[in-house]
């Protein structure tokens, strides 16, 4: 008996029981429909995730930064992030490129809109990486010292051009207040026009001898030219001014990943970041902690970044360059990581919901013995003549599995079909109400290969287990009695 | 007529219903030659048709021996009794046990789904098998558009078709008009003389004098008789 005798014998039988059987296929359609349809779910939100990571080049993009002083109960400080650590770290195998964060706050004007936003500078290779690099209009700088700007595309909305191609030529001035050091001393000396002698004057220096009046006045006065510093820091700044041209318009979703609106070219950057501090408290904060406020900020081996982005060679792996920055006495911190613990996360969010579609196969599967066992009891008579014609056992065992496993398998394919079906018309209602509230409609649904091989397989073999024991049943029938059987 | 190739030693089969147990057939020793047309006979019950199927290898004996050409049948195990049955015996019942969701020509073709003959040829051969038997135009009829006698012919071309070494009849003509039941005899008959072995239970006494070379009468399990028509005449 060939195994296209025994199909052919199945979906014969198959075929003279069509109501039976499509009912038991229909139990076996919808439990795989079920499990496709939620497994797609599951799928489809990890084939977002790893695109967008894919896409941004995230999984080979480290964040480095400095250690806040007893994180996470470490008490050791970062060494400065300057530019001989990061010669160090681009010396480290599988790094392709290192560049440092910095934004500062810098004022736009545009025809005659004045507004406020931040800006940073980037080195043109920098610029070329995945991060970066899909523009909506546009190329990057020339150079690191062109006078040229990318710009994303929600900040040529705020300058009212809707397309991003006539966004490109268009010419922006730049300016930054910028803090010195100069400017916060002078302002000891003389505030809103009033020397400090002017001040003076309202001492009673006759009174100087009494401590009580003495030590009010130090107070006083060194609170007040304390004061006066960090006003004269903050407020009395000098201003930094460039054109220029706008060459490229970034997608937006770069914005998520805190790239600023304005990128310059690194050369033309540090005009606006060597004049001084933006004037942020904090960075003031941090400059005088670490002794930094009184060197000269225009040297480039004193010069310390914030945050220093690392990008991976393609094919190699995050962990050992992780662990070497972190080894460096720097907070490390990889997309890649993240996105292992987010798979771990779709690992069990595809479990959970895979078991729930099991339960539903589950019971397709007593469907189907319930079926085998009908059939076996109705055509008792011809394994009978079956038997008596010379037919093995195992052939009559593999008769009735292979009609278990052509309902599995014909009930998965039409379980895998509906599946689809279901996961399209969810994704259509979910990019409509996604559409409704504002945000771009995404498709959450997948059917990978890998999704439709294993409902096969499933479908396969639950209808295999299900058709084992009805199978061996028919076997071990005695032909005599079978031929006997009304 | 030749020597011996299907011979009984001494075999039982006891079937056990709880406590009770039933010698449905005792110590039966026959004797059944290559080309012997032989005829079992006995009233209902008598143990004719469980000897038919033990000889045919559908059932097994509690105890004794069943001698096919040098291969005692009680020994074997059931898928080499399956071959047995595939490639040595064809099997005729009374009540024709004909598939009826098959046609007359896919049911005599079922019998060579387990044996050695490839698949292009099974149609041909159950085609010259039925045309042999003038059902050359009922080929396509499924059962029940078939006459009683057509059924019995298509299931003695399903018995033929693999061209067995014996036929195993259980009251075939059991289920026939005197008409009918005279044609299927007559073909076993021809079948004979053309040196088929044939074993026909029955309990057409009539039947088996006109045909058998050989005639065993049971009673209760037991052979209570046995003759040859020479004898008789």
Redesign the interface.
């Known amino acids: 008996?060939?195994i296209?005798?025994v199909i052919d014998i199945g979906l014969?039988n198959m075929w003279?029981m069509k109501l039976r059987t499509s009912l038991t296929l229909l139990g076996v359609v919808i439990a795989i429909g079920a499990f496709v349809s939620m497994l797609s779910l599951g799928a489809g939100m990890q084939k977002n995730v790893s695109e967008q990571f894919d896409k941004l080049g995230l999984l080979f993009t480290i964040q480095v930064s400095q250690k806040h002083q007893e994180e996470g109960g470490d008490t050791t400080k970062s060494p400065s992030l300057n530019d001989s650590v990061l010669t160090k770290m681009m010396n480290l195998p599988g790094v392709q490129l290192v560049y440092p964060f910095e934004d500062y706050q810098v004022t736009v004007s545009f025809d005659d809109t004045v507004f406020n936003t931040k800006a940073q500078a980037l080195a043109v290779n920098a610029l070329e990486t995945k991060l970066f690099s899909t523009m909506q209009a546009g190329i990057p700088f020339d150079s690191d010292s062109a006078k040229q700007a990318v710009v994303t595309d929600e900040f040529i909305d705020s300058l009212k051009i809707t397309e991003p191609d006539s966004a490109i030529g268009q010419k922006l001035i730049i300016s930054v207040k910028v803090a010195t050091i100069d400017s916060a001393l002078i302002h000891i000396f003389m505030k809103d026009g009033k020397f400090l002698w002017d001040r003076l004057k309202g001492i009673r220096f006759d009174s100087l001898f009494y401590r009580e009046y003495r030590s009010r006045v130090v107070r006083r006065e060194f609170g007040d030219a304390v004061g006066r510093f960090i006003d004269g820091y903050l407020n009395a700044r000098t201003t930094v001014s460039d054109t220029l041209t706008i060459v490229g318009v970034l997608n937006e979703t770069r914005q998520r990943f805190r790239v600023q609106p304005i990128i310059l070219p690194l050369a033309t950057g540090e005009r606006f970041s060597a004049a001084g501090f933006s004037g942020d408290m904090t960075d003031l904060i941090g400059a005088l902690s670490s002794g930094q406020l009184f060197q000269s900020s225009a040297s480039p081996t004193s010069k310390s970044y914030s945050r220093v982005t690392i990008d991976l060679k393609r094919g190699y792996s995050h962990k050992p360059v992780v662990d070497s920055i972190r080894a460096m006495g720097f907070r490390a911190f990889s997309y890649a990581e993240d996105f292992e613990e987010i798979t771990k996360f779709f690992t069990y969010f595809d479990l959970g919901l895979g078991v729930i579609g099991l339960i539903a196969l589950f019971v397709s599967s007593l469907g189907i013995v319930n079926t085998m066992m009908m059939s076996i009891t109705e055509r008792r008579?011809?394994i009978?003549?079956?038997?008596?014609?010379?037919?093995?056992?195992?052939?009559i065992k593999l008769m009735f599995l292979v009609e278990s496993a052509l309902i599995g398998s014909i009930g998965s394919v039409f379980g895998i079909l509906l599946g689809w079906g279901i996961s399209r018309v969810a994704s259509a209602v979910s990019k409509i109400i996604m559409i409704k509230q504002g945000v771009d409609p995404i498709e959450v649904f997948a059917l990978p290969w890998w999704l439709i091989a294993v409902a096969l397989l499933l479908g396969l073999t639950v209808s295999l287990i299900a058709g084992y024991y009805p199978s061996s049943r028919a076997a071990r029938l005695?032909?005599?009695e079978s031929?006997r059987y009304e | 007529m030749s020597s011996s190739f299907l011979k009984t030693t001494q075999v039982c089969r006891i079937y056990t219903r709880g406590p009770q147990e039933i010698r449905a057939v005792s110590d039966v020793s026959l004797e059944i030659k290559r080309g012997e047309f032989v005829g079992i006979i006995g009233s209902s019950g008598s143990g004719k048709s469980t000897l038919l199927?033990l000889l045919?290898g559908?059932?097994q004996p509690t105890s004794g021996t069943i001698d096919f050409n040098g291969t005692d049948l009680a020994s074997l195990s059931?898928?080499k009794l399956?071959?047995?049955?595939?490639?040595n015996?064809g099997?005729i019942?009374q009540t024709f046990?004909l598939?009826p969701?098959r046609t007359a020509i896919e049911n005599v073709e079922?019998?060579l789904?387990?044996?050695q003959i490839p698949?292009k040829k099974r149609r041909q051969s159950a085609k010259q098998t039925l045309e042999m038997l003038n059902l050359g135009d009922r080929l396509d009829h499924r059962p029940n558009a078939l006459s009683g006698g057509e059924q019995q012919r298509v299931a003695i071309a399903?018995a033929l078709v693999k061209q067995p070494d014996i036929i195993f009849a259980d009251e075939p003509t059991g289920n026939l008009d005197k008409v009918n039941a005279g044609q299927i005899a007559e073909i076993l008959k021809r079948l004979n003389n053309d040196g088929l072995t044939i074993v026909l239970v029955t309990h057409d006494e009539h039947l088996t004098s006109k045909y058998a070379h050989r005639i065993y009468r049971m009673d209760f399990g037991s052979v209570v008789d046995q003759r040859s028509t020479e004898d008789m005449k």
């Open positions: 008996m060939t296209r005798d014969g003279r008579r011809e009978g003549v079956l038997k008596s014609l010379g037919a093995y056992e195992r052939e005695d032909p005599v031929l | 199927n045919a559908l059932d059931r898928p399956a071959q047995y049955r595939a490639n015996v099997m019942f046990n598939l969701h079922l019998a789904y387990f044996t698949r399903r």
